[in-house]
């Protein structure tokens, strides 16, 4: 081989380490971004943290946010339940009055046409009670939908750091070797069946300098 | 056979808030003896230790999702000649072709009114 040719060939791995070297930084760089935007979305809502020492995860914060809206829901559904029994109550009593009206063999036209009016709106209000109830469904579509970016979210930081390591070990085998990179790439095996623990993301990431 | 209100229905779903919903429409519909299960698992529990006239179940649930729970409703002896509604958020074809070919009865997609289970609870009834 020239030694033209072998400088052409060293100049393309050269530029070729050079790329992987910038696509193994712009990873590392992403996977660190994506963490601090769990930390600093986690931290806006500071009673939710377990412990002010371990900040929970985006994907813990988002869960909490479907418990949330649960129990808002919840409370919702209980007065709209109060409401429909006392509304039930009320057009009963209407019925009564109705039946009484009838039974005095009296015209009362103006009163029974108020019962009937009253009648009407206590139906109309008992249909709008039922569909504040069934409107509440919006809450269980949320949390699904919650669900669904949780999933995501624990997806591509898995792979993220899958890459990291990949790529770190190619860039410099120094950070590949020690059992602490072993023992962290086993946690980040297991983090596919459950959710990443945020402390996992950064020792990893720590391990492979960024 | 037509609807009775004295029907023991069973409402399965993860999310305690839309339990509570499909049993206050059940509650409207003039149906009281209404029991929960949060999912698959527990309602076939429920179903093999009590007489039950109607499963209301939802799709997506941990455990045991609701086609598998349909699945494991049409398996059994005991069990299969019980009319199950899917409730679910999903409203994909495929979902619909996979109830349908585990034996689901009737199938309503998420958000529903009052009137559209009892336009399927009589669909189902009349065809009993």
Partial sequence: MSSRMNESLQERHSIEGSHDHDLYTHLGDLARYLGETMRELATLDHPLAVSAGQLPRVSKTLT?????????????????EDLLISHRQFRAGLETIQIGLSDTGQEYIGVRAQ???LMELAENNQKALMGIMTALSFQDLAG???????????????????????????QAPRYGGSD???SLLKELEQAKQTALKQDVADDLLREFGF | MATRPDMKILV???????????????????????EEAENGSDALRKLRGARFDLV?????????????????????????????LMVTAEAQKENLMEAIKA???NYVVKPFTADTIKQKMDKMFAGV
């Fill in chain 1, 64 to 80: 909490e946010l479907t418990s949330m809206t649960e129990r808002g829901t919840h409370q919702v559904m209980a007065l709209t």
């Fill in chain 1, 115 to 117: 019962v009937f009016g």
């Fill in chain 1, 144 to 170: 699904q939908r919650i669900a669904n970016v949780v999933m995501v979210l624990d997806e591509i930081q898995a792979r993220l750091l899958e890459l990291v390591v990949v790529f770190g070990v190619k």
């Fill in chain 1, 180 to 182: 602490r990179v072993e």
């Fill in chain 2, 12 to 34: 399965v779903d993860d999310m305690s808030t839309m339990r509570r919903i499909v049993r206050s429409i059940f509650k409207e519909l003039g149906f009281t003896d209404i």
């Fill in chain 2, 56 to 84: 209301v179940s939802d799709w997506n649930m941990p455990v045991m999702p609701g086609i598998e729970l349909l699945r494991n409703i049409r398996a059994d002896d005991a069990l299969k000649h019980i009319p199950v």
């Fill in chain 2, 103 to 105: 034996g689901v009865s």
